[in-house]
């Protein structure tokens, strides 16, 4: 059982919105500012798309968002493409006496 | 140009240490603010930390694995190692060495190996 807690899945048509949840505790979604979001296509590594709650490296679209409300945190995936068919994880700094913490992932599929 | 790659064994017996080597170019573990971890994925599951060192020589592990892992870097050959013992089938898993910069992404991971499959079974 994965420390932070995530809809195993999720969909939308083209074009439209979907968002995705990321529950956690005080300890570390809610404790910190560090929330981060990963896309990992089928047999490839995953990929950083928001770091900090709701930065977007350079090169990610700004179609991807984050937010974060007490314990959870979210990710909303607008206009959404086919490309965007994808697992999303979640991850968050826990503590000094943890390496970290990641979601049990979301299946995202684009009808 | 950073890459990470991850080599070991790709299969191991129950109760055996594994070491895993992450060798790494285009950075340096000397840097301020800089950290070299493991993450694992058993086929078809979610991801999970294991363990991270920084720039400092601080690391990091996680808690419910800390006893059976030692994460150590050798800045000069720019290399870190993961060792685990005590190896059970449920350590089936890929195996991803990763870089995160806390200046530039703070505690997310903006490079990932490609990982190793290590396969733990009699």
């Known amino acids: 059982q994965s420390a932070l807690t995530q809809p195993p899945s999720a969909s939308g048509s083209p074009g439209q919105s979907v968002t995705i949840s990321c529950t956690g505790t005080?300890?570390?979604?809610?404790?910190?500012?560090?929330v981060s979001w990963y896309q990992q296509h089928p047999g490839k590594a995953p990929k950083l798309i928001i770091y900090?709650?709701?930065k977007r490296p350079s090169g990610v679209p700004d179609r991807f968002s984050g937010s974060k409300s007490g314990n959870t945190a979210s990710l909303t995936v607008s206009g959404l493409q086919a490309d965007d068919e994808a697992n999303y994880f979640c991850?968050?700094?826990?503590?000094?006496?943890?390496?970290?913490?990641f979601g049990g992932g979301t299946k995202l599929t684009v009808l | 140009q950073i890459t990470l790659k991850e080599s070991g064994p790709t299969l191991v017996k129950p109760t055996q240490t594994l070491t895993l080597t992450c060798s790494f170019s285009?950075?340096?573990?000397?840097?301020?603010?800089?950290?070299v971890g493991w993450i694992r994925q058993p086929p078809g599951k979610a991801l999970e930390w294991l363990a991270v060192?920084?720039?400092?020589?601080?690391?990091r592990y996680s808690p419910s694995l800390k006893s059976r892992l030692t994460i150590t870097k050798d800045t000069s050959k720019t290399q870190v190692v993961l060792t685990m013992t005590n190896l059970d089938p449920a350590d089936t898993a890929t195996y991803y060495c990763?870089?995160?910069?806390?200046?530039?992404?703070?505690?997310?991971?903006?490079?990932w190996g490609q990982g190793t499959l290590v396969t733990v079974s009699s």
């Open positions: 990763v870089h995160k910069d806390l200046v530039k992404y703070s505690y997310g991971i903006d490079y």
């Open positions: 285009g950075f340096s573990l000397s840097t301020s603010g800089v950290a």
């Open positions: 060192i920084y720039w400092n020589d601080d690391q």
């Open positions: 005080s300890s570390d979604v809610g404790g910190y500012v560090y």
């Open positions: 900090e709650v709701s």
């Open positions: 991850s968050s700094y826990a503590g000094s006496n943890n390496a970290g913490v």
